[in-house]
């Protein structure tokens, strides 16, 4: 629990609330006051605004302030006073530690059964969404292969034929940005990790406000700690979490949405690019977190 932490996601708005719930309020700002050799005491206040972001500058027009109250008693002793602000990380860091303290923060070990409801901490190594992986994946090939036909050489006999096959490719490249804009709708985006020490997969489910990064560069690929609120809990195969729930896609006979996805995957191949699974649900046993915080 004494590690520094480097928070690449940090869903402050949870981290508040849950502090508010576990200490009947909460302070930002901490005076401290050094003295040599006297009592003394002064008098004071100190808004809470300190070191917010503007997500939750509306939580603080209720008027919750930091109080702190002092009076002087000595005249001739020498105090320093002096203000400690805490930032969102900081509060984080104190909101992990109060958790652990009152064997709140379960750690996924092996063998664990994790139940819907528990607040959890693990260790993974985070993908983005592999539909919208491979929908980016193809975009970009598609844009690269457009690029280079748009530089092709148009005189001769094949002009015409090369124009025609450029803007046959222009056109699926743009129906499927269309097709990945649908994929993304919504504010949130999912991240999924496998081999968790309990035997789970997991989907990881971010608000792209909280994000350092919104494509993602320092989040994806690396090992990360996550700590979340488990929404949902599969023991079995029998069940799954569908990637496309939140989209309108989800709708559509799942058969039909196999097609359509493999037939943008086969022009990625036909271009010889290596792409990446599709998968469209991921099997239990699996768990879906609503997360506090990812950090390294």
Known sequence: ????????????????????????GISTVTAVTKQEGGESRSTGSA??????????????????????????????????QEERVHTPASLFYQLRTTLAEKKILNQVSEGAQIKAGEIVEFTVKLKRNPIIEVMDSITEMMSIA????????????????????????????????????????????DLTASNLPSGHRAVITVESLYLNDPVMSDLVDGEFKVVGKVVRSISDTSESINLIRKT???????HLLEQVFQQFAAL?????FDIP?????????????????IYA
């Open 277 to 293: 699974e599709l998968r469209m649900d991921i099997e239990g046993p699996a768990i879906q977190v609503l997360p506090i915080a």
């Open 47 to 80: 808004s809470a605004s300190l070191g917010l972001s503007e997500a939750l500058s509306s939580l603080f027009k209720i008027g919750l302030k930091a109080e702190m109250g002092t009076s002087e008693k000595s005249s001739s002793n020498n105090s320093i």
């Open 248 to 254: 309108a896609l989800s709708r559509m006979p799942k």
């Open 1 to 24: 629990m004494s590690d520094l932490i480097v928070p690449v996601y940090l869903n402050q708005r949870m981290v508040f609330d849950l502090l508010a719930m576990l200490q009947g």
């Open 268 to 272: 990625g191949t036909t271009q010889g």
């Open 146 to 189: 457009v690029l280079f036909e748009d530089k092709a050489p148009s005189n001769g006999k094949g002009g015409k034929a090369v124009k025609g096959r450029t803007n046959e490719n222009a056109q699926i490249k743009k129906q499927m940005e269309e097709f990945s804009q649908a994929l993304k709708s919504g504010n949130t985006v």
